[in-house]
Nanobody
Framework: QVQLVESGGGLVQAGGSLRLSCAAS????????MGWFRQAPGKEREFVAA????????HYADSVKGRFTISRDNAKNTVYLQMNSLKPEDTANYCC?????????????????WGQGTQVTVSS
């Protein structure tokens, strides 16, 4: 069965950096778009970033453009989210998700498999 396991979250001061990882198993990794979503308490889940199988196409939410970078290592079945210049409003539970195919969608409904998430807290 497909499993996605995130790691790398934690507590960081505003302006700091974190790198999240998501290790995938139970799927042919290169057949899947990998995405990151986040959900803060009392808010809806929102799209953060996504990447196609070869890294040739990436998309970002406007709120993280220029600060976050998504990448993947197909040899390790892992996707990363490098987060720089973190702000208190980036505080959320960050989940990775995956969907088969080549198209990137911002709606969570297109993604079939989800990890449990890793908490990111940014203090001011």
């Amino acid at each position: 069965q497909v499993q996605l396991v995130e790691s790398g979250g934690g507590l960081v001061q505003a302006g700091g950096s974190l790198r999240l990882s998501c290790a995938a198993s139970g799927l042919t990794f290169t057949n899947y778009v990998m995405g990151w979503f986040r959900q803060a308490p009392g808010k809806e889940r929102e799209f953060v970033a996504a990447i196609v199988w070869n890294g040739g196409n990436t998309h970002y939410a406007d709120s993280v453009k220029g600060r976050f970078t998504i990448s993947r290592d197909n040899a390790k079945n892992t996707v990363y989210l490098q987060m720089n210049s973190l702000k208190p409003e980036d505080t959320a539970n960050y989940c990775c998700a995956t969907k088969e195919g080549l198209s990137i969608y911002y709606s969570a409904s297109y993604y079939n498999y989800w990890g449990q998430g890793t908490q990111v807290t940014v203090s001011s």
